[in-house]
């Protein structure tokens, strides 16, 4: 009984620990958003600039995720736990110097590959380490401690820009303490995965859709491009395009609009879980269509208000379709699957987040922010009318009756 009691306390401490962790790692992963606008001011950084370190960012998380997210079933848990946030905080250091492109690109691309393996690692950890009861707390932890993460980390960014000494260093060396605290917490926690044979073989990026759901893929495809690409265009544009559109410089103001559309993303799931796969999605699409045309309606008669309503509208949108998308591509899914699903799903999501970016960084030089802002419209309503018209729902019986997730 002893045992079994120091156990379950060992437990507790390794599942409290990934959690500090992962919300750790996605709070520095957001930190520098909201001095975007400092280094363009200060540095005289472009908008293609600025758009390059988010696809820097965006690929070294597909790097992270699809090469190294499976090393924690051949290492353990905790080495790799701690060497992305040994990744995480070497990115944060190069951050501090921040006086050329260059240095933001490197120091986002670490990060970036940092926030990947961290991604796979300490959510792996979290589902180890929970608790038997409440049955939904491993799930729950392990989904919404990265958007937690993101929303504090440019709450706080913003805050200590704007209000405290050291605007462009603050943040990184607060993300820095907390890395380490973060990493000293998962050395002394116990390890949950026995060493495997096999890690220079998991390092082989897989990539699989079961052909049950494959028919699901196209339209799932659309809704990651597009929501994922709002939100890249929140990190790369909405900083210059508050400036100069709303005529506001304040950091916390562009931390809590990244906030403002990332946390509803939490509605997601439990509003989207009401409805079939299939309409759940064409609902989030029409809501973050909606909010889109309210983000275009507030650029053009110069509002703030109505860009902040617009982007909570948005954001609820994408919560609901991401996650109906993802819950028909996982429909009936082995443990064998998920990885593979995961890594399809990962590598659409951040390729939506990049390749737009990089597009629209280069367009930046010879088009205003208002038109940039029309294009990104323009691939919601696409991915809206696509969705609408050919949205399906899983099925796997012989029949032709059409199953759903719970």
């Keep these: 009984m002893i045992t079994l009691t120091r156990r ?40 293609a600039g600025i758009s390059l370190a988010v696809v ?49 690109l ?17 959510t792996s950890y979290i589902v180890d380490a929970a608790p038997t009861r409440p049955e939904w707390l491993a799930s729950v932890a ?25 605007p462009r260093h603050l943040i990184y060396l607060a993300c820095a303490g907390l890395l380490v605290l973060s990493g000293a917490l998962i050395a002394i926690s116990p390890e949950t995965a026995k060493p495997a044979p096999g890690a220079w073989r998991s390092l082989i990026p897989q990539v699989r859709i079961p052909v049950r759901v494959r028919h699901l893929l196209p339209v799932a495809a659309a809704v990651f491009l597009a929501t994922w690409a709002t939100g890249a265009f929140y990190q ?3 900083p ?8 506001t410089h304040s950091p916390l103001t562009l931390g809590l609009l990244f906030a403002l559309y990332m946390a509803p993303s939490v509605l997601g799931a439990p509003v989207g879980g009401r409805f079939t796969p299939a309409t759940a999605q064409r609902i989030g699409m029409v809501v973050f269509l909606a909010g889109w045309i309210g983000i275009i309606t507030s650029i053009a008669l110069s509002s703030l208000a109505l860009f902040i ?14 996650s109906s998308a993802t819950r028909g591509l996982l429909y009936d899914s082995t443990l064998a699957d998920r990885a593979p699903i995961f890594s399809a799903i990962y590598l659409l999501c951040y390729s939506g987040a990049a390749f737009p970016s990089l597009v629209s960084g280069q367009l930046s030089a010879v088009f205003p922010l208002s038109h940039i802002a029309l294009g990104y419209a323009l691939l919601a309503v ?15 019986d012989m029949t032709g009756n059409r199953q759903y997730a719970e």
């Design 8 to 47: 379950g306390r060992t437990l507790q401490l390794a599942f409290s620990s990934a959690v500090v962790a992962l919300v750790a790692s996605f709070a520095a992963s957001a930190a520098p958003i909201p001095l975007f606008n400092t280094y363009r001011a200060e540095d005289g950084f472009t908008n």
């Design 56 to 104: 820097s960012n965006a690929a070294g998380t597909i790097a992270g995720l699809l090469v190294l997210g499976r090393l924690s079933g051949h290492l353990g848990r905790r080495p790799t736990s701690i060497a992305s946030l040994g990744l995480l905080l070497l990115g944060c250091l190069l951050l501090l110097n921040v006086h050329d492109i260059g240095t933001l």
């Design 106 to 122: 490197s120091g986002r691309l670490l990060m970036g590959v940092g926030t990947g393996m961290a991604g796979s690692s300490l």
């Design 142 to 166: 392990s989904s919404q401690a990265p958007m937690l993460g993101l929303t504090l980390g440019a709450i706080a960014s913003g805050a200590l820009v704007q209000f405290a000494p050291w």
């Design 236 to 238: 790369a544009f909405v």
């Design 240 to 247: 210059a395009l508050v400036a100069d559109e709303f005529h």
């Design 309 to 322: 309503a617009a982007t909570v509208i948005a954001g609820t949108g994408q919560g609901i379709a991401v």
């Design 382 to 396: 696409v991915a809206t009318v696509v969705c609408v018209l050919a949205a399906r729902d899983p099925h796997t």
